[in-house]
């Protein structure tokens, strides 16, 4: 009999890997998505025929606890939330409801109706904040630097709360950047793809950016979903960070990927102090021995072929927007 699993922020770059990856290892995947006028699935348009959608949303317990009734997952991986960094310090109070609280709700709807799932919960480096030490590790302390981060701290602790207290199987990925082709526009390592793109096809002249000296560990966001799911196999649910143990800077990034189209990045972008965040998080940097010593994970795509992978995949996405604007 298939595994069953329900994928939280299903729609999002995680949920549309982690669902590919389920669906090939033979699980039935239902997604828990938010109702709203316009229904945008574009990164999963070519999985929605293969799962199942529920409606959701991690601010309302009675439709948590009735999507969970509707499943009846084996395993829930919550990677809903408001993750972007930038809008956390302008709605503090709605990222601080869904992305910390909202974890709380979902698992108190879990402890409710199917107490013997396994539970993902997606923690994420930005907890690390000013760090305490390098490279940081599962016991590395936080210091969160943004209401973004305070939010994701609330609800690692949460979930290591009601593992001890109620007995559930639940586990946090403290996942350091990752990324893919898949990335929303507003992140920065996809803003400045795109924009590569757009300024070798002519679209655009220059890329404005904010702090570009903050050093990130980031990798492929399809080599970490297999993390997500190696967690819950376990016996015994535990907490692992996931990178790629490297870091690398904004500008970095910038560098490999305007080579990528033979141009030289510093004749292009320009720093704007709009762009610079109220508390900066300059270096995080991950040790995820844990998890390549316990589960036998580590990741695959190196940083310039993560960055390479990227631009082409812009590249044709917007070769394919010129014939539109041309009037062809």
Request: overall charge negative.
């Amino acid at each position: 009999m298939a595994r069953k699993a329900l994928i939280t922020g299903i729609t999002g770059q995680d949920g549309s890997y982690l669902t590919e990856l389920l669906l090939e290892k033979g699980y039935e995947v239902s997604g828990m998505v938010r109702r709203t006028s316009a229904d945008d699935y574009g990164r999963i348009n070519h999985l929605v025929d293969r799962v199942k959608l529920l409606d959701g949303d991690l601010l309302d317990e009675a439709s948590l606890i009735h999507t969970l009734d509707d499943c009846q997952p084996d395993e829930i991986y919550n990677l809903a939330a408001q993750s972007f960094v930038a809008t956390s310090f302008r709605q503090a109070v709605l990222t601080g409801e869904v992305t910390g609280l909202g974890v709380t709700r979902l698992l108190d709807a879990i402890r409710t109706v199917v107490p013997k799932a396994r539970y993902y919960q997606a923690s994420s480096s930005e907890m690390f904040g000013r760090v305490r030490e390098t490279p940081q590790n599962e016991d590395t302390g936080f210091y969160p630097r943004s209401p973004y981060g305070v939010a994701k701290v609330y609800g690692h602790w949460i979930t290591v709360n009601y593992r001890e207290a109620y007995g559930l199987h639940a586990s946090s990925g403290i996942l350091f950047n990752h990324e893919s082709p898949r990335r929303g526009k507003q992140f920065v390592t996809r803003k400045i793809t795109d924009a590569v793109a757009r300024i070798h096809h002519g679209l655009q002249d220059e890329l404005a950016l904010g702090n570009l000296d903050a050093r990130r560990d980031w990798g492929y966001a399809g080599d970490y979903v297999e993390l997500m799911w190696r967690m819950l196999q376990q016996d015994e649910p535990d907490d692992y960070v996931a990178s790629t143990g490297e870091t690398h800077s904004v500008g970095e990034f910038c560098e490999i990927a305007f080579a990528a189209v033979d141009l030289d990045w510093k004749q292009y972008v320009v720093t704007n102090p709009e762009f610079m965040r109220p508390a900066e998080v300059d270096l995080l940097l991950g040790d995820s021995s844990k998890a390549r010593t316990k589960l036998g994970w580590e990741p695959k795509v190196s940083f310039k072929e993560l960055v390479t992978m990227m631009v082409e995949s812009d590249l044709e996405l917007v070769a394919r927007e010129l014939p539109a604007r041309q009037g062809t």
